[in-house]
């Protein structure tokens, strides 16, 4: 009876998400879902993006958050548009909360929408959102042995983003270990190393940035 | 309707919680449930407690894991009898698979229980598995606005562990304000600075284990 159930809501999530894919392609807006563990660095990451990108491509931004809009609040000095979904104790996004905020979006003066989803490594994984692609991002200090621990995400991810480099002389993490999992779970997949507090390797998660988003993807270099 | 099942769900495992925790206190057996998002150092806080209390205390350990077993491969050379629960995909333990595995474990001859939980911030706090207390384990890299933000946790431990304050000086978290924000959701709630790599901490976190156990709680000292 359950497990009845939960196909019922699948369904009707990837029902609602294949609606929300349609959508955004009428307008060519690709949606990144970016995905990580609590703390791992996913706001970090967009005030970087934020900063550097946005005269240059025009963002929308959805912010899952359980209980508060503290994010959305680190990222209101960047003038992008923002709504936030507090899932009030839910512990993933899914696709009819997504649809229901597309509203709130003016589409047709958007390049790229970004979702930040709950900090969680395995429920946001099992929900299409209707984005073009998810983005997981997990940081040196949680160990290398996230992708084979929590494979689900690693599996389906577009790319890998490894952040908080500038910490592994203090921490115990084996880059040869986690690269060497990850090519086992999804060998094609490109992993960018970056620090976000340092600035190392940003310029690659820049231009992978760029080259999601059809308009600017021509002559994107030298931002 | 899908609030009715979801409300059965949680029905249905905390009765078997009770039943648990019954069966638990009839033995004379306590158990703690150890939450923390992936990679805050749950493991390796049982690989120190295991090496600096296992010849006082008798251990049963039971390890919540998405699909691999590397966490209890980590705590087999401390001769501790543990039992590994995959949840194959599942974001959280529950009471019913708890239940189902305490039979093997012989529970006259064992002081202390204790559960690592699957790497979730959320969902884990939302199940009772039957525990004597819940452990929140947090550490300084995922940033001081984790109580914040995943509530549910922090007001349910009876002890909040802060990890990896040997890397203090290299991340952005402010103590202070991770205190202030934890006052407020659960006040009289002990925290317990830590680092499991250099040590720091770990003295006020054994006593606190011992206190947990009633045969050695007279006269534990002088570990």
Request: aromatic fraction near 6%; charge should be negative; charged fraction near 25%.
């Amino acid at each position: 009876m359950e497990i009845k159930i939960m196909k019922n809501i699948l369904d009707r999530n990837q029902n609602k998400a294949d609606e929300v894919r349609e959508q955004l392609k009428s307008k060519g807006v690709p949606m990144l879902n970016l995905i990580s563990s609590p703390g791992a660095g996913k706001t970090t990451l967009l005030e970087r993006t934020c900063e550097k990108l946005s005269n240059r491509i025009r963002f929308g931004i959805i912010e899952g958050d359980i209980t508060t809009d503290r994010d959305a609040q680190r990222l209101k000095k960047y003038d992008v548009p923002i709504v936030v979904i507090n899932t009030e104790g839910g512990c993933h996004l899914d696709s009819h909360s997504i649809s229901r905020v597309l509203d709130l979006f003016d589409l047709e003066s958007i390049d790229l929408l970004i979702v930040e989803n709950v900090g969680n490594l395995i429920c946001p994984s099992q929900f299409d959102l209707g984005e073009t692609c998810k983005v997981a991002i997990v940081s040196t200090t949680e160990g290398d042995d996230k992708p084979a621990k929590y494979p689900m995400l690693f599996r389906q991810a577009k790319v890998v983003v490894l952040n908080k480099i500038d910490l592994l002389p203090y921490v115990n993490f084996d880059i040869s270990s986690f690269r060497s999992d990850m090519g086992k779970l999804n060998g094609s997949v490109p992993i960018i190393d970056i620090s976000c507090t340092r600035g190392d390797g940003l310029e690659s998660w820049y231009e992978w940035v760029g080259e999601q988003v059809p308009g600017v993807r021509q002559g994107f270099r030298g931002y």
